[in-house]
């Protein structure tokens, strides 16, 4: 089982902001591509956004859904093997599950954490 450890929910009016957090073992963010991905109810998981390059090289560049861009970043913190989803002018339908997510190179085996509720509501 992969540790992943996600963080930073709740609940929030519209136009608000909220920051997730993913805690993972230094492994993990040495060799997977990490990512942030979303399920609401009744909806298949989708993806939100996610690192470009696998490991914690490379220059941070990222991928988001039509959806998300310009209102959502990832970023993440080698040094604390920490990412994070600073997400701001959130909408009513940002409401989901949002989960980590670690790719492993090669494999194509993928890792998820337990998932943190993200509600946005007046």
């Known amino acids: 089982q992969v540790p992943l450890v996600e963080s930073g929910g709740g609940l929030v009016q519209p136009g608000g902001s909220l920051r997730l957090s993913c805690a993972a073992s230094e492994n993990i963010f040495r060799i997977h591509r990490m990512g942030w991905y979303r399920q609401a109810p009744g909806k298949s998981r989708e993806l939100v956004a996610r690192?470009?390059?696998?490991?914690?090289?490379?220059?941070?560049?990222?991928l988001y859904a039509d959806s998300v861009k310009g209102r959502f970043t990832i970023s993440k913190d080698n040094a604390k093997n920490t990412m994070y989803l600073q997400m701001n002018s959130l909408k009513p339908e940002d409401t989901a599950v949002y989960y980590c997510?670690?790719?492993?190179?090669?494999?194509?085996?993928?890792?998820w954490g337990q998932g943190t509720q993200v509600t946005v509501s007046s």
């Open positions: 997510n670690a790719d492993a190179p090669f494999s194509g085996d993928r890792f």
């Open positions: 690192f470009s390059s696998y490991g914690n090289t490379g220059y941070g560049d990222a």
